[in-house]
Each structure stands twice: as C-alpha cells, then as structure tokens.
Nanobody
Framework: QVQLVESGGGKVQPGGSLRLSCAAS????????MGWYRQAPGKQRELVAA???????NYADSVKGRFTISRDNAKNTVYLQMNSLKPEDTAVYYC????????????WGRGTQVTVSS
C-alpha cells in the first residue's frame, strides 16, 4: 500500500505564495499520475493539478498561470508551487496518487489546510 504524506500548508495573505509537498512511501509497484485536489467548505473535491510519470501536466483553469506542479520520480514526491494566492484558493488540499500494477487503485493523503486571508 502507498502512504502519502503532505506538508507545506498554512495561512497566507492574498497575493502570497505557498509550496506543498507530498511524498509517497510504502510498498507499491508503480505510480502513474500524482496530483493535488482541493475541497472548500460546502463544495465538491476538485482537481487542482496533476502530472504523469512521463511529465504530462494538467491544471484547473482557475489556477493556470499561478500554480506549478512538479515531480521527482526518484523520490516519489510531487510539489505544488502556488503563487498569487487568492481567498478563493482557501481549501483543504489533498495529494493523490494513481498506483498501477496488476491492479490499479487511487491513494489519498490526509489533506493539508491552505487559508488565504488578510
């Protein structure tokens, strides 16, 4: 099983920056996509950004040009650099990994709170 541990959340003023990290550990065959989802109070969980093992990236329209996802395959770690943060970016951010092998399954981290407020 894969364990995902997130770090880097916190409170920041509008216009500020934060960097999230997520490291995968445990016993698993291979990870294809890794990414970040977020869930604000009263809203559904939504994709923020994802990156495949081959480097293909996907972003939500609302974060394009402000957020950058990157990945270190050797360390099984994914990062999310968030710049020009807005109050509407406030949410719990969850790390996600698509584990592939004989079977495919999704693994989730516990989430890290990001609050953008003055």
């Amino acid at each position: 099983q894969v364990q995902l541990v997130e770090s880097g959340g916190g409170k920041v003023q509008p216009g500020g920056s934060l960097r999230l990290s997520c490291a995968a550990s445990g016993s698993f065959p291979s990870i294809n996509a890794m990414g970040w989802y977020r869930q604000a109070p009263g809203k559904q969980r939504e994709l923020v950004a994802a990156v495949t093992s081959g480097g293909e990236q996907n972003y939500a329209d609302s974060v394009k040009g402000r957020f950058t996802i990157s990945r270190d395959n050797a360390k099984n770690t994914v990062y999310l650099q968030m710049n020009s943060l807005k109050p509407e970016d406030t949410a719990v951010y969850y790390c996600h990994a698509e584990v592939v092998g004989v079977h495919r399954y999704d693994s989730w981290g516990r989430g890290t709170q990001v609050t953008v407020s003055s």
